[in-house]
């Protein structure tokens, strides 16, 4: 079936520096969400990436989605401490409207102030 | 958040007992689903629904059952509780248009 493979695992950063997690699907996908998770809370939407090559920024965030629709990234610029938490990506292949997301598996970020 | 609660929020229950969990909603959602979270494991779909009466199984859904007989309400049940099934478990909703999920607060189940 369909897998999402997202990495790293963990990501230990100073206050300041950068953060990028990755995303791989070994299909090509309809379109791929991120999500944040704060210690101790659910999963919140981010953004969806709908096109080949999309790129969107929130803020410090910036998203990318790969030219086969088959990666993606998130870039964090300069983080704060309030970054701390769990990103996940998710992805959508288009069977028929009822196919779920498949999710990957997390990247727990941590801010060292 | 989308109107979305759970119930009970935290539980702990003995081997070999049922569980039912309850997902509830407010805006007529049509497609909800269950995941579990474990450390290692991200978000693990066990059923989803797609509309009154409609399930599906997803990724782990071994050891449970769903059930919706109202739009609003899709309950999970374990049928004979595990230790192997002590996780945190959220409930979500597809909004529309998107198909971006939307998640409940979760609940905190542990089988002894």
């Known amino acids: 079936g369909q897998q999402v493979m997202q990495i790293p695992q963990y990501q230990h950063v100073q206050e300041g520096e950068d953060f990028t997690t990755y995303c791989n699907s070994s299909t090509t996908l309809s379109n791929i969400q991120w999500y944040k998770q704060r210690p101790g809370g659910h999963p919140v939407f981010l953004i969806q990436l709908v096109k080949s090559g999309e790129v969107k920024k929130q803020k410090r965030l910036t998203f990318q989605f790969g030219e086969a629709k088959k990666n993606s990234s998130l870039h964090i610029t300069a983080t704060q401490t309030t970054d701390v938490g769990t990103y996940f990506c998710?992805?959508?292949?288009?069977?028929?409207?009822?196919?779920?997301?498949?999710f990957g598996k997390g990247t727990r970020l941590s801010v060292i102030a | 958040d989308a109107g979305i609660t759970q119930s009970p929020r935290h539980k702990v229950t003995e081997t070999g007992t049922p569980v039912t969990l309850r997902c509830h909603q407010t805006e007529n959602h049509r497609y909800m689903y269950w995941y579990r979270q474990d450390p290692g494991h991200g978000l693990r779909l066990i059923h989803y629904s797609y509309g009154v009466k409609d399930t599906d199984k997803g990724e782990v859904s071994d050891g449970y059952s769903v059930s919706r007989s109202k739009t609003e309400d899709f309950l999970l049940t374990l049928e004979s509780a595990t230790s192997s099934q002590t996780s945190v478990y959220f409930c979500a909703i597809r909004g529309q248009p998107g198909n971006e999920q939307f998640f409940g607060p979760g609940t905190r189940l542990t089988v002894l």
């Open positions: 998710a992805g959508a292949v288009f069977v028929t409207g009822n196919t779920p997301l498949v």
